[in-house]
């Protein structure tokens, strides 16, 4: 398996661009994450999905974060308009469950750049 | 609530000796706890996990984790460090309520020649 595939690897923007991020879990894995990882704020879970359907999205920080599923192996997560306070890396990751008993595989992320 | 509080955000050794990473736990029940690897530019890979079955844990690379209760500890060790160790690790709890990953501030493994 090739794991968990994130596109594109890096993106550098412009303030008030749409950006959208993609990722690609692993077959069979019904559980998708999108985290964002900051120097200031470490990682932070913003949505996570079981079999396509948002489950929890209250770390999405506002109304210009938006992220779907729309089939088993693709998700996006869109942010529009795009600010510099965006930038960051933002990790896809799938599991076969959350909780406890779950590790969780990660993307190799995508460095967002807002300028 | 469940925490974890790992007490160095910076450790380093000398290639061929002994790593220890420490983190602390706040758990009112038994908890379910992680560590995570991330390398340079690289996405996290799991190290090793505890959930509540043997206290010692072997996880991938030759490291390994003790669940000590009495001290609400789980210390990431390795006897001896490679080059290849050097990265940032995270020490994660589940946060049995939510079902979510509550990551420690990580700590940055520095190992020298």
């Known amino acids: 398996d090739a794991g968990v595939i994130q596109s594109p690897r890096h993106e550098v923007t412009e303030m008030g661009q749409e950006v959208t991020l993609r990722c690609k879990p692993i077959s069979g894995h019904d559980y998708l994450f999108w985290y964002r990882q900051t120097m200031m704020r470490g990682l932070e879970l913003l949505i996570y999905?079981?079999?396509?359907?948002?489950?929890?999205d209250s770390g999405m920080p506002e109304d210009r974060f938006s992220a779907k599923m729309p089939n088993a192996s693709f998700s996006t997560l869109k942010i529009q308009p795009s600010e510099p306070r965006d930038s960051a890396v933002y990790f896809c990751a799938s599991s076969l469950g959350v909780g406890g008993n779950y590790g969780y595989t990660f993307g190799s992320g995508t460095r967002l750049t807002v300028v | 609530a469940q925490s974890v509080t790992q007490l160095d955000s910076h450790v380093s050794v000398s290639e061929g000796t002994p790593v220890l990473l420490r983190c602390n736990y706040s758990?009112?029940?038994?908890?379910?706890l992680f560590w995570y690897v991330q390398h340079p530019n690289k996405g996290l890979q799991l190290l090793l996990k505890y959930t509540s079955a043997a206290t010692l844990v072997k996880g991938i690379n030759g490291f390994e984790a003790e669940f000590k209760k009495s001290e609400t500890s789980f210390h990431l060790t390795k006897p001896s460090a490679h080059m290849s160790d050097a990265a940032e690790y995270f020490c994660v709890v589940s946060d049995r309520n939510t079902d979510k990953l509550i990551f420690g501030t990580g700590t940055r493994l520095q190992v020298f020649p």
């Open positions: 999905f079981n079999n396509n359907v948002p489950i929890d």
């Open positions: 758990s009112s029940y038994s908890p379910s």
